[in-house]
């Protein structure tokens, strides 16, 4: 018999430093600073010490102008050092400052400094093949993204493709192909986020479109400055990189919380200066968003709306207004300048960006939805409209039954100081209902401020707001101002979160909206009874509706259109 062959074991991985990790070694301690991350190891004067012992050891020493990092300690290592030497390692691992690699091997600087495993991205960005496609295969930003994938670490082939415009790049690779397009004009460009070819094209056709709304006229048929391909190619050679050999999308939202889960980021470059970010592009067809969990997520969302390059929406904004007696935020609409208030900038936000986006509907669709952050925000907003278009009759309610609710009395007094004089201010209960209908009369408004809510005190409160908005656009003789305000229907979600200290009262804004929520369920079923109004989705017309409608679900916002009721 002859004897087996010796078997091949694969080298033991080694603990390596990431690349790009620099170390400062302090009097006490370390101090370690890689991607995204820093670490700070104080306590012991032997830290620096047992770093310079690891840098010149051969058993854990650097390979391939690598760092030195912690490995197993020799058998002859004291118990003190090798404990030591454990939890420095420890420490470096929870920090994802480390990297295991074969011992004598080196780590590519990158994907070394991102990929959990660096031998496997490595490896298949060299097996990827990546395909650049352009009209002119020779121009400067085709030649760029090519050196820029060869750099990555990948082996591109450039080919003509006569149907994409000049400018325009497409890069496909891998199995199943994934692609994405870059563009570079004389005044900018952009980078699509990485997915299907037929949609990357589709992508590629519509941003073109979206961007050159603003773009300069005078810029076309310049050529772009040298630094813009180049920055371009690079990002685009990045994204395809990145999601050939499954590391983490430069535009994933984790990373930026002004981008959306649900839609793609797209890389936005000008050119004069150069410079490059991701914006979120709210309108792209995507996957429904679940609705915003509270306000603060609800605002992220309507900022990525409103996104001054991609987004449909002009962002709400206090601007220059005044933010006393109430805050004021304002916003372009097609019906005109739309100015918002409410007890807070934040709800006054949340309240223009709901109105404003109904005004653009009711220009390109003729349903003409009610707009929500959620669908009872949506509901809530749709029955008061119906309610108020024509309200039920019902008993007069005295003064004493809001009269010294803190809300009430505070907007009140502080409408009185505006006019100069006390309001002429009505409330009625609406039949046997628990809906309250409140009405303030003034001579300089064409119809009287009302608002409909769960209790009289609460009703009186958003009609003196709803009063101190109008007057205060007027006041500043805002050209075509319309006005809106905040209503109970959005207080759900503006208490979303903690509970107020228990110490408060309803003279507390987040105790007196946290009042509004626990009421709204009750009057919105009172408000049906009333109305007979049913609700339904929205689902666009017109084809000019369409990114709208695609933008409201990847933020999660809900339109509505309603029948039967008494309007």
């Not at 109105?355 to 707009?371: F, G, K, M, T």
């Given at each position: 018999?002859?004897?087996?062959?010796?078997?091949?074991?694969?080298?033991?991985?080694?603990?390596?430093?990431?690349?790009?990790?620099?170390?400062?070694?302090?009097?006490?301690?370390?101090?370690?600073?890689?991607?995204?991350?820093?670490?700070?190891?104080?306590?012991?004067?032997?830290l620096p010490a047992l770093?310079?012992?690891?840098?010149?050891?051969?058993?854990?020493?650097?390979?391939?102008?690598?760092?030195?990092?912690?490995?197993?300690?020799?058998?002859?290592?004291?118990?003190?050092?090798?404990?030591?030497?454990?939890?420095?390692?420890?420490?470096?691992?929870?920090?994802?400052?480390?990297?295991?690699?074969?011992?004598?091997?080196?780590?590519?600087?990158?994907?070394?400094?991102?990929?959990?495993?660096?031998?496997?991205?490595?490896?298949?960005?060299?097996?990827a093949r990546p395909l650049?496609?352009?009209?002119?295969?020779?121009?400067?930003?085709?030649?760029?993204?090519?050196?820029?994938?060869?750099?990555?670490?990948?082996?591109?082939?450039?080919?003509?493709?006569?149907?994409?415009?000049?400018?325009?790049?497409?890069?496909?690779?891998?199995?199943?192909?994934?692609?994405?397009?870059?563009?570079?004009?004389?005044?900018?460009?952009?980078?699509?986020?990485p997915a299907g070819p037929?949609?990357?094209?589709?992508?590629?056709?519509?941003?073109?479109?979206?961007?050159?709304?603003?773009?300069?006229?005078?810029?076309?048929?310049?050529?772009?400055?040298?630094?813009?391909?180049?920055?371009?190619?690079?990002?685009?050679?990045?994204?395809?990189?990145?999601?050939?050999?499954?590391?983490?999308?430069?535009?994933?939202?984790?990373?930026?919380?002004?981008?959306?889960?649900?839609?793609?980021?797209?890389?936005?470059?000008?050119?004069?200066?150069?410079?490059?970010?991701?914006?979120?592009?709210?309108?792209?067809?995507?996957?429904?968003?679940?609705?915003?969990?509270?306000?603060?997520?609800?605002?992220?969302?309507?900022?990525?709306?409103?996104?001054?390059?991609?987004?449909?929406?002009?962002?709400?904004?206090?601007?220059?207004?005044?933010?006393?007696?109430?805050?004021?935020?304002?916003?372009?609409?097609?019906?005109?300048?739309?100015?918002?208030?409410?007890?807070?900038?934040?709800?006054?936000?949340?309240?223009?960006?709901?109105?404003?986006?109904?005004?653009?509907?009711?220009?390109?669709?003729?349903?003409?939805?009610?707009?929500?952050?959620?669908?009872?925000?949506?509901?809530?907003?749709?029955?008061?409209?119906?309610?108020?278009?024509?309200?039920?009759?019902?008993?007069?309610?005295?003064?004493?039954?809001?009269?010294?609710?803190?809300?009430?009395?505070?907007?009140?007094?502080?409408?009185?100081?505006?006019?100069?004089?006390?309001?002429?201010?009505?409330?009625?209960?609406?039949?046997?209902?628990?809906?309250?209908?409140?009405?303030?009369?003034?001579?300089?408004?064409?119809?009287?401020?009302?608002?409909?809510?769960?209790?009289?005190?609460?009703?009186?409160?958003?009609?003196?707001?709803?009063?101190?908005?109008?007057?205060?656009?007027?006041?500043?003789?805002?050209?075509?101002?319309?006005?809106?305000?905040?209503?109970?229907?959005?207080?759900?979600?503006?208490?979303?979160?903690?509970?107020?200290?228990?110490?408060?009262?309803?003279?507390?804004?987040?105790?007196?909206?946290?009042?509004?929520?626990?009421?709204?369920?009750?009057?919105?079923?009172?408000?049906?009874?009333?109305?007979?109004?049913?609700?339904?989705?929205?689902?666009?017309?017109?084809?000019?509706?369409?990114?709208?409608?695609?933008?409201?679900?990847?933020?999660?916002?809900?339109?509505?259109?309603?029948?039967?009721?008494?309007?």
């Open positions: 018999m002859t004897a087996p062959e010796p078997r091949m074991t694969a080298p033991e991985p080694r603990p390596r430093l990431r690349p790009g990790v620099a170390v400062t070694p302090l009097r006490a301690g370390l101090h370690l600073r890689g991607r995204g991350t820093s670490l700070t190891l104080e306590g012991s004067r032997a770093w310079r012992l690891l840098a010149a050891g051969p058993a854990t020493g650097p390979g391939e102008g690598q760092e030195p990092a912690p490995g197993p300690a020799d058998p002859q290592t004291p118990p003190a050092v090798a404990a030591a030497l454990a939890t420095l390692t420890a420490r470096l691992r929870e920090h994802d400052l480390l990297v295991d690699a074969p011992a004598g091997a080196g780590v590519l600087p990158w994907p070394g400094s991102a990929a959990a495993r660096p031998q496997e991205a490595a490896a298949a960005l060299a097996a650049v496609t352009a009209a002119d295969p020779d121009g400067p930003l085709a030649r760029a993204v090519v050196r820029a994938l060869a750099r990555g670490g990948a082996a591109p082939t450039a080919v003509p493709d006569t149907a994409l415009p000049a400018g325009r790049v497409l890069l496909v690779a891998g199995d199943p192909a994934v692609a994405l397009a870059v563009q570079c004009d004389a005044d900018g460009g952009f980078v699509t986020a037929a949609r990357t094209r589709a992508d590629a056709e519509a941003l073109a479109a979206r961007l050159r709304e603003g773009a300069d006229p005078a810029a076309s048929g310049a050529s772009p400055p040298p630094t813009l391909p180049a920055l371009l190619a690079a990002a685009a050679a990045h994204r395809l990189l990145c999601a050939v050999a499954g590391l983490t999308d430069p535009g994933d939202p984790a990373e930026d919380p002004r981008l959306l889960a649900t839609r793609p980021a797209v890389l936005v470059a000008d050119a004069r200066p150069p410079r490059a970010e991701h914006h979120p592009w709210a309108a792209a067809p995507g996957p429904r968003a679940a609705p915003p969990a509270d306000l603060a997520e609800a605002l992220r969302r309507i900022a990525a709306l409103g996104d001054p390059r991609l987004g449909l929406l002009d962002r709400p904004t206090p601007g220059d207004l005044p933010q006393l007696p109430v805050a004021l935020v304002s916003c372009r609409t097609p019906a005109g300048l739309l100015v918002a208030g409410a007890v807070r900038t934040d709800l006054a936000r949340l309240a223009a960006a709901c109105r404003a986006v109904e005004l653009h509907l009711a220009a390109v669709d003729p349903a003409a939805p009610v707009v929500g952050a959620d669908r009872g925000d949506a509901l809530g907003r749709a029955l008061r409209r119906a309610c108020l278009a024509d309200p039920a009759g019902g008993p007069a309610v005295p003064d004493a039954a809001w009269r010294h609710h803190p809300q009430a009395a505070h907007w009140c007094a502080a409408l009185t100081r505006a006019l100069g004089r006390p309001p002429e201010l009505t409330v009625r209960q609406l039949e046997d209902s628990g809906a309250f209908l409140a009405e303030i009369d003034d001579a300089a408004a064409a119809v009287p401020d009302r608002a409909v809510e769960a209790t009289p005190a609460d009703a009186v409160t958003v009609a003196a707001l709803a009063a101190l908005t109008r007057r205060s656009a007027a006041g500043l003789r805002l050209p075509a101002a319309r006005h809106t305000t905040l209503t109970g229907s959005a207080a759900a979600l503006a208490t979303a979160g903690p509970a107020p200290a228990p110490w408060t009262d309803e003279g507390w804004t987040d105790r007196w909206l946290t009042g509004l929520a626990t009421r709204e369920e009750r009057l919105q079923t009172d408000l049906r009874q009333l109305t007979g109004l049913r609700a339904v989705e929205w689902r666009p017309a017109t084809p000019a509706a369409q990114p709208w409608a695609d933008a409201l679900h990847g933020c999660g916002l809900t339109a509505l259109v309603t029948t039967g009721g008494r309007t």
